[in-house]
């Protein structure tokens, strides 16, 4: 199994999130014998921000100048990077509400017209497909408020895993069936739900891997 492990918690060896995927990656190697993990790491080597040379790139219909090949490098590489893996590992907190820069650079640098998704008018209202499919994704998060979930006391303020739910389909997971996710709340708080949830989210490991070895 390829598994690319991308992580975008600044909170480096502190950080929650970075600890619940080490410990699913420790799991799965020990359940699936032959194990190839690519590391990206958002927060040591941030992806670029869109430019226009970018825009320009992305969108061209003829063949581009070096200028703008240099310009979708890094996209290049990173969709390389999950065409080539079976399973997506994504550890990130919450930030501001929602995703950190980096990793949402990283969506932005991966949703790439006819690389990862196609768009025709002729589809009606939903015009864009994804390209890949049949990836796995595991991912965990950490925040330190609570009540994100349908329902709870924050649910308004939920913009982290709704949003990678729904940029998903460009890595080609299926968000419905094939996205697995643990979220450890209450980091603020310290106190006992703090500890539960944390607990909670570890042992939850085991149920993933077990549904994906
Ligand atoms: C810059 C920054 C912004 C944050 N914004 C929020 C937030 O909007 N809502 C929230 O519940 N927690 C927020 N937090 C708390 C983090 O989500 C929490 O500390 C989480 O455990 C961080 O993940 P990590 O342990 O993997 O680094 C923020 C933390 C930082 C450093």
């Known amino acids: 199994m390829k598994i690319l492990n991308v992580q975008a918690s600044a909170g480096m060896d502190r950080s929650l999130t970075r600890k619940l995927s080490t410990h699913f990656l420790e799991c799965i190697k020990k359940c699936i014998s032959h194990v190839v993990i690519k590391e990206l790491d958002l927060v040591k080597d941030p992806p670029p921000l869109m430019t226009p040379e970018w825009i320009a790139g992305a969108f061209s219909q003829t063949a581009i100048s070096e200028e703008l090949q240099l310009a979708l490098a890094r996209s290049d590489e990173y969709i390389k990077q999950i065409e080539a893996a079976d399973l997506i590992v994504i550890g990130t907190p919450m930030y501001n509400y929602g995703m950190p820069a980096a990793l949402k650079a990283w969506f932005d640098q991966v949703a790439r017209i006819n690389k990862t998704f196609s768009f025709d008018l002729s589809r009606g209202d939903f015009p864009i497909e994804p390209i890949l499919s ?80």
């Open 134 to 213: 049949n990836k796995k994704m595991v991912l965990f998060t950490s925040s330190g408020e609570f009540g994100f979930e349908t329902g709870g006391v924050r649910e308004e303020y939920a913009h982290l895993v709704p949003h990678i739910k729904s940029c998903a389909h460009y890595l080609g997971v299926n968000a419905q069936k094939d996205l697995y996710h643990l979220g450890i709340e209450y980091q603020e708080f310290k106190d006992k739900r703090h500890e539960q949830s944390k607990s909670e989210a570890f042992a939850g490991i085991d149920r993933i891997v077990r549904l994906i070895c």
